[in-house]
């Protein structure tokens, strides 16, 4: 199976500006989890999405939004860059794993991530 | 204060050694405990994952939990310079899908 992949992988703005990040699943996968990850702050949890609609948020402000299509494709959107936005964003695909015949938790893929940097 | 503290390191060790890393964490709800390999320029890839407290093996990775004192811990015997990569813990408090991650770990292991 392919693994989760993210595009641009590499992406320059200015401040004010907004950038759409893009991800795609693992085939079969219908979460799909963002994170950023920075030296300060590591990696942050921004938001999942599961069969298109959002089921978890994390404490990141309005800017930051996202969005998932049937195919179980994803998008995330900052909108009015601030250098603060310089990160690693990642996107984690996931699916239950069971075990016994019971299903237990997802466990999350990661992908490669998208490096943006603002200036 | 962090909800989950993690020595950022680098932490150096000669090949062969055992590793063991480690993670304090202070919402007692975690209930799912994982551990992730990063290395340099890509995305974190699961080791390790436990529920509860208990011990785990798989290969030269065993991880720990201890919930009584809320702390983790995982163990690399044998460990090998292709194990030189930042190692990061991350809990959740339900099934969903929700992480909260240590700052990582950077490990360097010299053949």
């Known amino acids: 199976k392919a693994g989760v992949t993210q595009t641009p992988r590499y992406l320059i703005k200015t401040r004010g500006q907004q950038v759409t990040l893009s991800c795609s699943p693992i085939?079969?996968?219908?979460?799909v989890s963002w994170y950023q990850q920075t030296p300060g702050q590591g990696l942050q949890f921004l938001f999942e999405?599961?069969?298109?609609?959002?089921?978890n948020k994390g404490n990141f402000p309005g800017r930051f939004s996202g969005r998932q299509f049937s195919n179980s494709r994803s998008e995330m959107n900052v909108s009015t860059l601030e250098l603060g936005d310089s990160a690693l964003y990642l996107c984690a695909s996931s699916s239950p794993v069971t075990s016994g015949g019971a299903v237990s938790v997802d466990t999350q893929y990661f992908g490669p991530g998208t490096r943006l940097t603002v200036l | 204060q962090k909800e989950v503290e993690q020595d950022p390191g680098p932490l150096s060790v000669p090949e062969g050694a055992i590793v063991s890393l480690n993670c304090t964490y202070s919402?007692?709800?975690?209930?799912?405990f994982m551990w992730y390999r990063q290395y340099s320029r890509k995305g974190p890839e699961l080791l390790m994952y436990?529920?509860?407290?208990g011990n785990k093996e798989d290969g030269r990775f065993t991880a720990q939990v201890d919930k009584s004192s809320k702390y983790i811990s995982l163990f690399i015997r044998d460990s090998q310079p292709s194990d030189s990569a930042t190692y990061l813990c991350?809990?959740?408090?339900?099934?969903?899908?929700?992480?909260?991650f240590g700052g990582g770990t950077r490990l360097m292991v010299k053949p």
């Open positions: 085939s079969g996968h219908r979460s």
């Open positions: 999405y599961f069969s298109e609609t959002q089921r």
């Open positions: 919402n007692s709800a975690f209930q799912y």
């Open positions: 436990t529920y509860s407290s």
């Open positions: 991350a809990m959740r408090i339900g099934a969903g899908n929700m992480l909260t």
